[in-house]
Each structure stands twice: as C-alpha cells, then as structure tokens.
C-alpha cells in the first residue's frame, strides 16, 4: 500500500484519434512494469482502454457508469489486467447516456472526485482516460486529477483545439479544482519519413517549452495491433519501438514526480 494519496492524472484532449488510450494503457503498463501500482479509470463510452486490457466489455457487471451515476463504491467496478500492478475501473457503451443524466445531478461536477477518495492510498498513480469532448465527463476527470498529460499527434492541426482544453483547465481550475496543473504534453504518433511530423514537434516544444516530454511516440503498426490483443505493448512485443518509446516515456514520467 503507498504511504501518500495517489497522484491523480487526467489524460485528455478533446480531438479524438490522438493516442489517448494507447497512452493511458501503455504508459499505466509502464508504471506498473516498473514498479509502481496504477488504476486506469476509463471515462470513455467508447471502452478502448478497457478492452485494450483485455477486458470483456460484454461481461462488465459494474463500470464507471455505475461509479458515476448509482454511487457505487470505486472498490468494486475495479478489475484486474494481466499486468500484476496495473488495474482497471472499465467503461461501457452506457457512459454514453451519463452526459445527460449528470445535469441534473447533485454536485455533478465532483461525482469521480469523490467516488475515487477512499482508495487514492491503496495506488501510487490514477490515469483517467477522458473522452475526446469537453462535457460532464471530461469535466469529472478533470476535477478529481491533480494534473494534466495532454496527448499531441505530430499530424496536420496538430494544435487544434488545444487552446479550448487549455481554458478549459484553467476554468476547472478556478471553479472547481484549484490544485489542477497542465503535467505534460506527449508527442505521439510520429513519423521519422515525414517533415511534417519534425515540424510539428518543433512547433509543439515552441508552445509548451519544457512541459512537452523529450520522449516521442512512434507510429507503429505494432502498437496499433496490440489493442486487438487485449495487451499493452509491452506485453504484445516488448522489443518495439513503440514497446521501447512507452517505456522511456514510463521513466521520464516516474523522474518528473520524484520516483527512480
């Protein structure tokens, strides 16, 4: 059991197709592999972290949906994955209709906050994989995180709507979660044949200065086959680039809170 809370980290973007999931899998597998113990808590009705973890999404008693909407204790939506340290709170197609029923709720804001206080001492890290919008979802992440990791790939529009997640934060700040820090910018989805791609991690370092992670996402098609797999990379094909990139990006994230 760690001896401090958890730091709580909301991995989001609000453009889908940037390499969120694959990040919070991968980098969670990361962690785990090195040490630490992660909960991955998926907050997207598409469910790709979950069965990206090998988890039958038809089998699913209790997800964040229950979590969210019928208050049940955090402790028994959590499922295991087939890395030791690494566990998972997993979504299902049902968090789709969560949007709506959140309005009208009772601190709707701070429902993941909550529910994710009394097992933040069991974990040394929570990874929420936000949704790829800006609504009641994203939000929750955002106020029950301490910091923000902000997938970015090396494509065209690369920083679009950036600047709309970056106010976005800097609301949830103010209102809802003072304590909420922009941790990083990973750069994914890059491509070593293109000028574009180096122009865009020349463009994203220029933005967010030494926020942005030195460590650089490939795009690999054994990345993209693992989810299939229901296995990070690490375990589909440990000796990758895209095994060998999480791994590092794993590193530099531990160095940058503390932890060798």
Excluded: W
Excluded at 146 to 175: D, F, H, T, W
Excluded at 191 to 202: F, I, K, M, N, P
């Amino acid at each position: 059991m760690a001896e401090v809370d958890a730091t709580i980290v909301a991995i989001a973007n609000q453009k889908g197709g940037v390499g969120k999931s694959t990040t919070a899998i991968n980098l969670g597998a990361g962690l785990a592999l090195q040490g630490d113990k992660v909960l991955i808590v998926d907050l997207d009705p598409q469910g790709n972290t979950s069965s990206g973890l090998g988890i039958d999404r038809s089998t699913i008693e209790l997800s964040t949906y229950e979590v969210l909407i019928d208050e049940v204790q955090i402790d028994d939506a959590i499922e295991p994955t087939s890395v030791g340290d690494l566990h998972v709170v997993p979504a299902t197609i049902e968090l789709a209709g969560a949007e709506i029923e959140l309005v009208s709720m009772f601190s709707r804001e701070m429902r993941l906050a909550a529910a994710l206080k009394p097992i933040t001492d069991e974990y040394d890290f929570v990874l929420i994989d936000c949704p790829p919008s800006l609504g009641l979802l994203t939000v929750n992440g955002l106020a029950a995180a301490n910091e923000v990791a902000i997938p970015i790939q090396c494509e065209y529009y690369a920083l679009e709507g950036v600047s709309q997640l970056m106010r976005n934060v800097q609301l949830v700040k103010q209102s809802l979660n003072p304590q909420l820090e922009v941790e990083g910018v990973i750069l994914t989805m890059f491509d070593g044949r293109t000028t574009l791609s180096a122009d865009v991690v020349e463009q994203v370092r220029e933005h967010f200065g030494e926020t942005t992670y030195k460590t650089v996402i490939p795009r690999t098609v054994r990345l993209s086959e693992a989810p299939s797999y229901g296995e990070p990379i690490e375990a589909y094909d440990p000796m990758s680039r895209g095994a060998i990139a999480y791994r590092e990006l794993a590193r530099e994230f531990r160095r940058r809170h503390g932890r060798t």
